[in-house]
């Protein structure tokens, strides 16, 4: 990837009003174009590494503002360039006035240009590059525990495990066939494709923990789905614990979808009350149904509501969009209920809840993450959480299906060693040994300006 060694500079710190800003340079000049405008006791480019200086930036001798400069100097900095970072007062007007007067001398960075840098200069490792960017963005317990790993290197330790085993195979591969003609042993097939067998598994079950890592990361997304009436606006109420959605005894109150947010059990979760799936009347209502089914279709899990018809029709229509096991059914207004009439509908799956009670949301809730909550051990052993990153692990594992069967149909050693070979460079991709610029811009792109 081509790496421009220019100075860099920008506001890494969100804009606004707040105790402090920071701007950060990195780059050959960075010290001496700040050492231009910044004046102390000493001399900036006399001062040592790692420590911070009071001090004033001028413009033209005019006072812009007292500040903190600190020096990293290279390789020991976050870029393992020169980096001078500034903490000036934190108003909109001086970060931007600061940030002028750096830009006549420096380029302003690119979005996760300063991260770029690093991983360029094998200061971390491309997964390590992505966990950066899901640290900032990470809202929850969870997601935050994930990045974490992921950037202590988790992630990249089971890939090169993972990768060490492919060369062992490969080596193995290669020697026999050099010396077949010599009528050496011949490898044992069976324990060879036993091995393999093995790494495909692994291989497959680690593209699983993507499922995970991508709810983990982007919430998991929760619809509720019934006829008009049964109360889902109450239902999506009591799990948020506020009075977001309008609740009337009048069916056909909710007519587009609404979302919010929570956490529940350190996992995000992104809950959307919809209009449900009846016939539209009118035009309005038509295209509140319609986009009810993209949510619906789009939902890792659907909390189907009834309040005691149990709506079979409505039942056939969702179990259309989504897979059987993402369908939760829901029981409301139990209150309405005898005990025993109350355990027909459990003996059928149902949970009941009465929101007018608020009996059985605390069932509902843990219902959400069930068969998704991931151990903290998954966790630490590292797991994948980009669609990137999936499709690189499917990839391998494609690979290594395909030289598993040629193994079995007698096709020479010479394919099963290609095809290990594909699932090799499928992995190093993942942790950075080999990537292409299309994968690293669309990486940093994504990154926000400053980091
Ligand atoms: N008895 C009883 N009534 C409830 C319960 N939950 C909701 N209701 C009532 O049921 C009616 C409908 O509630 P909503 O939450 O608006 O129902 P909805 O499914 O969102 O309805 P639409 O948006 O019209 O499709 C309201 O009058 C609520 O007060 C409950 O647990 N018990
Ligand atoms: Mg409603």
């Known amino acids: 990837m081509e790496y421009s060694h220019d100075t860099i500079s920008a506001i890494s710190t969100p804009i606004g009003i707040g105790g402090i800003s920071v701007l950060r340079v990195s780059g050959d000049k960075a010290i001496n174009i700040v050492s231009k405008i910044f004046k102390s006791k000493t001399d900036l480019k006399d001062q040592p590494s790692h420590k911070a200086i009071f001090g004033r930036i001028l413009d033209a001798d005019k006072l812009v503002d007292e500040i903190i400069v600190t020096v990293f100097k290279a390789p020991h900095s976050y870029t393992g360039e020169d980096v001078v970072e500034i903490s000036c007062h934190g108003s909109t007007f001086i970060t931007n006035q600061i940030l002028a007067i750096l830009l006549r001398d420096t380029r302003l ?28 963005t990470a809202r929850t317990r969870i997601s935050h525990l994930a990045a974490l790993q992921q950037y202590e290197g988790s992630l990249r330790s089971r890939i090169e495990k993972l990768l060490a085993q492919l060369t062992d195979f490969r080596t193995q591969l290669e020697l026999e066939i050099d010396f077949l003609e010599q009528d050496l042993d011949e490898l044992d097939n069976n324990n060879l494709i036993n091995g393999l067998s093995t790494l495909h598994q692994e291989l497959i079950y680690l593209a699983k923990t993507g499922e995970e890592g991508l709810i983990i990361k982007d919430g998991l997304k929760v619809s509720l789905v019934g006829a008009p009436n049964v109360g889902k606006s109450s239902i999506f109420n009591s799990i948020l614990e506020t009075e977001r959605a309008i609740v009337t005894p009048i069916p056909g109150t909710t007519r587009d979808y609404l979302e919010e947010v929570i956490s529940l059990n350190g996992y995000l979760v992104r809950v959307f009350d919809t209009a449900g799936l009846r016939e539209a009347t009118d035009q309005i209502e038509k295209i509140g149904i319609k986009r009810s089914y993209e949510i619906i279709e789009d939902s890792h899990k659907v909390l189907f509501v009834i309040d005691g018809d149990e709506n079979i029709k409505e039942y056939d229509i969702l179990t259309k969009l989504v897979d059987k096991n993402k369908i939760i059914k829901v029981l409301n207004k139990s209150d309405k209920f005898e005990k025993s009439e109350l355990q027909i509908f459990k003996d059928k799956g149902y949970i009941a809840c009465s929101t007018l009670e608020g009996s059985g949301l605390d069932d509902l809730k843990s219902s959400l993450l069930h068969n998704i909550e991931i151990s903290e051990e998954e966790l630490h052993l590292g797991i994948l959480t980009n669609t990137r990153q999936i499709a690189a692990v499917n990839k391998a594992a494609l690979s290594v299906s395909k030289a598993l069967e040629s193994i079995r149909n007698g096709m020479g050693y010479e394919f099963t060693a290609f095809d290990l070979k594909e699932s090799s460079t499928a992995l190093e991709e993942i942790i950075g040994k080999v990537t292409s610029d299309d994968i690293l811009n669309n990486i940093f792109a994504n990154f926000c300006i400053g980091k």
């Not at 690119?110 to 900032?136: M, Y």
């Open 109 to 136: 960075a690119e979005p996760g240009e300063f991260t770029q840098r690093a991983f360029l200069n094998d200061k971390i490792g491309l997964t390590q590059a992505e966990a950066v960017g899901d640290l900032l």
